[in-house]
């Protein structure tokens, strides 16, 4: 008896010591046998919109464009009943293309994503900061360590910054680089990604501009020393780390950041993207009221703290210096917009401008691979968003050259991208962001 219980003691204490963080490794569990389908729509989005809801289906395209199509989660246990109905919607409205399987199991797709990420002590052992940090996907710690030990390695030309706090106490850190003047001198660049948790790729991307800005320009390379004594750089990789985290311990497809459910709901988070105190927060039709959806509003303008974080650094720049470049990157999709996302009608002063620079950035980001982006307005070039936060920064601060870029890719992986197009991704963003660079006048 006393033997049997040292043993369950020893054995107890011996799991304790093993015990990791919890990673997408564990959670990849909840994704056995989901299956990730892009499902073709017609011109009335609204029966598979309605399917999706009563079969409470995990949306990736958040947004249901007609005659276009569809990503979506399906597990198994609904798998039968949702293809059969997707027939019967699509015989009804004439559509002939066929449900596409992005992912035929998203728990070994996740797994695929993780390899080689979740070693910390691996990662830790060289220092982070430097090129092979961008091989792979990384926890959030390491996020941290990877910014700090880049301003440690260049202590001359910059430094971490933080923008606010989010819900859970985390603090939203980036790093700030800057040339010969130092900081806050010049006009700022202000960058920054992961407003969508799941989106990983941003976190990779934007650390990469950071990195080559920083070690292009101290090695002396002119064109890029030219922009370090122009501009004050920003760069926030992970601006929701709660949401974050959450898709590295939990779901790792979760959007939103983890509000919990306003009374009457069971549903928890609000979509950053949708919070800005821009003046058609209030309108219908470019986000959700309900806490439900993937687009939900929130509660009031800035109610996420995330975004109030972010926003009040912004109005902290502009009132300083002016912020010159703010680019907000997500994924996926291959997009590059500007404003106005509220209205399609109502046309932005420089629109001109921007849309020659736009063209000039698809050409920079095409010439390495040849990958793809589509350009123009945010609300005719794919849907009426409202307070997002290029509106924001547009009308509210007068940052002229807002921008959303939407990284790889179009849809093979979505939102899982394979480990090694970190590094495609992050060369022919770093050619688009030199050419915006050169070429804001
Ligand atoms: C589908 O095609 C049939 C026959 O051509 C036509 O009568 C019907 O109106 C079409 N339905 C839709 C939704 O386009
Ligand atoms: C800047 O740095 C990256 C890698 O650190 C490199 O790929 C790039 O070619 C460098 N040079 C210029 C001019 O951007
Ligand atoms: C998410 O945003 C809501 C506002 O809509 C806020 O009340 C909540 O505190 C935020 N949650 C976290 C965890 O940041
Ligand atoms: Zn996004």
């Given at each position: 008896m006393k033997a049997f219980s040292l043993l369950t003691f020893l054995a107890t204490a011996a799991l304790s010591v093993l015990a990791l963080p919890a990673t997408p490794l564990d959670s990849a569990v909840q994704y056995q046998g989901v299956k990730v389908l892009r499902v073709p729509v017609g011109e009335d989005t609204a029966p598979i919109d309605q399917l999706i809801s009563t079969l409470s289906l995990e949306r990736w395209t958040v947004h249901s464009t007609p005659n276009s199509h569809v990503d979506v989660e399906v597990p198994q246990d609904k798998y039968d009943e949702f293809v059969s109905a997707v027939d019967k919607i699509s015989a009804e409205s004439n559509i002939t293309q066929d449900i596409v399987v992005m992912h035929e199991d998203l728990a070994q797709s996740i797994k695929e994503e993780s390899e080689g990420s979740f070693e910390p002590k691996l990662d830790r052992r060289a220092g982070l900061?430097?090129?092979?940090?961008?091989?792979n996907y990384h926890p959030y710690a390491d996020h941290i360590q990877f910014l700090t030990d880049l301003a440690a390695t260049f202590p001359a030309n910059s430094k971490v910054v933080t923008s606010g706090t989010s819900l859970q106490g985390r603090t939203i850190t980036g790093i700030n680089i800057f040339g010969s003047?130092?900081?806050?001198?010049k006009p700022a660049v202000v960058v920054h990604g992961?407003?969508?948790?799941?989106?990983w790729i941003s976190t990779m991307v934007t650390e990469s501009l950071a990195f080559n800005l920083l070690t292009n320009a101290t090695a002396g390379v002119a064109e890029v020393k030219a922009y370090l004594e122009k501009y004050d750089f920003y760069f926030f990789p992970v601006v929701n780390p709660d949401g974050f985290v959450y898709t590295q311990?939990?779901?790792?497809?979760w959007r939103k950041n983890r509000s919990a459910p306003p009374s009457g709901s069971t549903c928890y988070g609000t979509d950053i993207n949708r919070?800005?105190?821009?003046?058609?927060?209030?309108?219908?039709?470019?986000?959700?009221?309900?806490?439900?959806?993937?687009d939900y509003k929130g509660?009031?303008?800035?109610?996420?703290p995330e975004t109030k974080g972010l926003a009040s650094f912004l109005r902290d720049r502009a009132a300083a210096t002016g912020v010159k470049l703010y680019l907000d990157v997500h994924s996926y999709s291959q997009l590059f917009l500007y404003p106005y996302?509220?209205?399609?009608?109502t046309q932005a002063s420089n629109a001109a401008d921007l849309q020659s620079i736009s063209t000039g950035y698809a050409a920079a980001i095409r010439a390495p691979y040849g990958t793809r982006y589509t350009y123009g307005p945010a609300c005719s070039t794919i849907y009426k968003t409202t307070a997002d936060s290029t509106d924001y920064t547009y009308d509210?601060?007068?940052?002229?050259?807002s921008f959303t870029a939407e990284l790889r890719d179009?849809?093979?992986?979505?939102?899982?991208?394979?480990?090694?197009q970190i590094v495609p991704s992050s060369i022919e963003n770093w050619a688009g962001f030199k050419y915006l660079l050169a070429n804001m006048k």
């Open positions: 900061a430097n090129q092979a940090w961008f091989t003047s130092g900081s806050g001198t992961t407003v969508h948790a799941r989106e311990t939990t779901t790792r497809t919070n800005w105190a821009h003046f058609a927060w209030s309108q219908s039709g470019g986000a959700s009221t309900s806490p439900c959806a993937e509660t009031a303008q800035e109610s996420a996302g509220y209205s399609c009608t509210n601060l007068g940052v002229k050259y179009t849809g093979n992986y979505g939102f899982i991208l394979p480990a090694n």
